[in-house]
């Protein structure tokens, strides 16, 4: 029920929306269809009609249209009953919502002049449109009022849980603010909607105007030969002679891994921490401004701080509940963090000597490769041959298949947005349409970095939702083969897991539907999917050799199992500042005292680094999790931990029961993923596993206890 607070967007997507009086589906409509093809979407969506000229005028109808539908709540002479007063509030933005997914989408993996134009005229009014929805007195009264009907009071189930979250988010929205407050909350959510934005296209601008260029052979000694290979074809794809280097994640991990010039990995490195600090794209100042807004706006509400106001209604319910979890997880972490720190450095000396300089940033991904193939003679790339693209893809479609019951097929004649997108079709085992969905899992440098399920369609039972997953994974070589890390398939199932929240959703209020649930448990499903990786039975669906068919090889598999606590506690550790500085930011921050945003940042990142940074350490200038939409991941990052115990925990019933257990799928389908926010999520949890979360999972699976 976070959505609606801010503009729709590839994060924020609004929750509110309102029904027509006959069975409605938000993607047909008649509505200026002969002109305007966004107001006449129909699924698969005919991306090629999608023209950015079209986006002012669909989104102008669509906000007349919503405001219509929300205006006739609690008018005179209208019905007090559940229909005509929450019906309608949850159904009255779903067009809207649905095409600006698909806007924001666009602006995300295809964006350019017209298209980031088109986006950002529409944002700012979006966004105020969303913000004025609890400020609306009298849509507040009119809810009030129903919910002391008799009808509101025998509410039951998923409708009676609206009602209570409904009145609760109007609260803590500002809904009892005085007119004045309620203009300058007004102004604050406007302002978040278009300093995001600016600094998501920072990002992405940034990110694609570096480019390193390598006319020595010799410089790429210890580059694996897939990854040369991605960097001549990418330097003579730009007329350039000899190898290019950008900052995509394929690219850049390929050189601080395995690259045995130093300065080449410095470079790298360096230009990756300090991206959009400099030029026209710089996002220091705006870092400060986003963190600013949100403290005003949380006081504003009559928070502490952005964590409280954020938490509310999350797991956690408060910045402190969350800073303590992660003080936990860090005091129980710190010894062997420190300890694989030693023997990180010790590895160095032993190679090169006692006089050996002190590790830097750009030295940690490099030796700690070495130490682990010396350790355990396993080199991550000798699986790439086991895990090209289409076999991983096919794979996680049968472990789905296998678990649910759910089935795949492709829609090869689909329009898609890039020729490298691919369209498909979930069905049940009755054949029945769950949703449509599509895969745009490269690099390219009109889009934005990361991996990321976005959901364009929420629908009620019995209707298809959409949505799609895009990615950043080692793209096609010259042969047109991506073989992938064991790494990025971990990301793949990652993101088909919140795929499959979204698509096996089965609640009848959409604002409760899929993956419209705490922040702090959205990570569950997708998270769980990853134990399948690391599963005999299920890398087998997945993992076959390029060319002989043949499955991993026992001997190779042992070593992936006996390296995969490797270096545990500093991959935590690094997970844990990434919190901290998000709670530090959002619950302590004050610059009077302070003083510069990125410096405070770089002091609390670095008392959970291998190294000492550089004094230019800029991590959060780019990290799109906490700024890049007005809400986001932000004073919520440590979720991804706060749900990695309860996905380590959930496991263990697939464990003991088998993982590919028809019953135990059918019952993690029908008591989580298909219930959305129809109920508080530890009883949701209580219901598949019988009882509590056992805190100290995540530490066991990871050998940290």
């Keep these: 029920m976070e959505g609606w607070r801010a503009a729709a967007g590839a994060h924020d997507a609004p929750h509110l929306r309102s029904p027509p009086p006959v069975p ?14 966004f107001l006449s979407l129909a699924m698969p969506v005919r991306w090629g009609e999608l023209h950015p000229e079209l986006i002012e005028p669909a989104v102008g109808a669509l906000l007349a249209e919503a405001r219509a539908a929300l205006g006739s709540i609690g008018a005179d002479g209208a019905a007090r009953d559940y229909a005509a007063v929450l019906g309608v509030l949850d159904e009255a933005t779903a067009r809207l919502e649905v095409v600006m997914s698909l806007v924001s989408h666009l602006e995300a993996t295809c964006t350019g002049p017209a298209i980031r134009a088109a986006y950002d005229a529409v944002r700012p009014a979006v966004s105020e449109f969303y913000a004025g929805i609890p400020l609306d007195p009298k849509l507040w009264s009119a809810l009030k009022a129903y919910a002391e009907t008799p009808d509101a009071k025998h509410l039951t189930g998923t409708r009676k849980r609206f009602l209570e979250k409904t009145l609760d988010e109007f609260r803590r929205s500002g809904a009892d603010l005085d007119p004045a407050g309620k203009d300058r909350l007004r102004a604050l ?21 570096f480019e390193l260029i390598v006319e020595d052979a010799s410089r790429l000694d210890g580059l694996p030969d897939r990854a040369r290979a991605a960097a001549l074809a990418g330097a003579e794809a730009r007329g350039r002679a000899g190898w290019r280097f950008g900052l995509d994640a394929p690219s850049y991990l390929a050189v601080l891994t395995y690259c045995e010039d130093r300065t080449l990995r410095e470079a790298l490195w360096h230009a990756f921490a300090t991206r959009a600090t400099s030029g026209p794209h710089d996002n220091r100042a705006l870092v400060a401004k986003i963190v600013a807004l949100r403290h005003e706006q949380a006081l504003l509400l009559g928070f502490r701080d952005f964590a409280d106001y954020v938490l509310a209604d999350r797991m956690a319910k408060n910045g402190a509940t969350a800073d303590a979890f992660l003080a936990r997880l860090e005091q129980k972490t710190r010894p062997a963090f420190e ?50 693209v289409e076999q991983a893809i096919e794979g996680v479609f049968e472990v789905a298949h296998r678990l649910y019951g759910v089935r795949v097929e492709s829609l090869s004649d689909a329009p898609v947005w890039h020729e490298r997108v691919r369209a498909y079709a979930m069905r049940d085992e009755g054949g029945a349409l769950l949703g449509y969905f599509y895969l745009d899992l490269f690099p ?34 010259a042969a047109g083969v991506s073989l992938l890390t064991h790494r990025e398939l971990e990301t793949l199932f990652h993101e088909f897991g919140h795929l499959l929240h979204h698509l096996l959703s089965g609640v009848e209020v959409r604002s409760l539907a899929g993956t419209r649930v705490a922040w702090d448990f959205v990570e569950l499903p997708s998270q769980i999917m990853e134990n399948w990786c690391w599963e005999r039975e299920g890398l087998d669906l997945v993992a076959r050799h390029l060319d002989s068919g043949e499955r991993v090889p026992d001997a190779l598999f042992d070593k992936l199992l006996r390296a995969k606590n490797f270096r545990a506690a500093t991959d935590q550790m690094r997970q844990l500042g990434f919190g901290a500085v998000d709670l530090g930011l959002h619950r302590r921050y004050d610059p009077a005292r302070d003083g510069d945003v990125i410096a405070y940042a770089r002091s609390i990142i670095a008392q959970h680094s291998v190294t000492a940074l550089p004094e230019d350490y800029a991590m959060i200038a780019s990290f799109g999790h906490l700024f890049g939409s007005p809400v986001g991941y932000a004073a919520a990052y440590y979720s991804y931990k706060w749900a990695e115990v309860l996905d380590a925990d959930a496991f263990t019933r697939f464990r003991a029961e088998g993982i590919f257990s028809r019953e135990v799928g059918a019952s993690f389908r029908s008591e989580l993923l298909a219930r959305g926010d129809g109920e508080d999520p530890l009883v949701l949890y209580r219901a598949f596993m019988g009882r509590d979360p056992d805190p100290d ?3 066991v699976r990871s050998g940290l206890l």
């Excluded at 959510?189 to 105007?209: G, I, M, R, Y």
């Excluded at 000597?353 to 000798?382: H, I, M, N, T």
């Design 24 to 37: 409605y589906d938000p993607l047909v409509s008649t509505a200026n269809a002969s002109t305007n093809p």
């Design 189 to 209: 959510s406007v302002q978040l909607a278009e300093v995001t934005s600016k600094f998501s296209q920072n990002v992405v601008d940034s990110t694609a105007a």
């Design 339 to 388: 300890r694989e720190t030693r023997e990180l450095g010790e590895y160095r000396r032993q190679l090169e000597g006692s006089d050996a300089p002190a590790l830097a940033p750009w030295d940690v991904a490099f030796y700690a490769e070495k130490q682990r193939r010396a350790l355990y003679d396993f080199d991550e790339e000798v699986l790439r041959p086991y895990l090209p």
């Design 444 to 477: 390219r440098e009109t889009k934005r970095d990361g991996a990321w399920m976005g959901p364009f369609v929420t629908s009620l039972p019995g209707t298809p939702h959409a949505a799609t997953i895009c990615a950043n994974l080692t793209p096609p070589s």
């Design 697 to 699: 999972a995540m530490l």
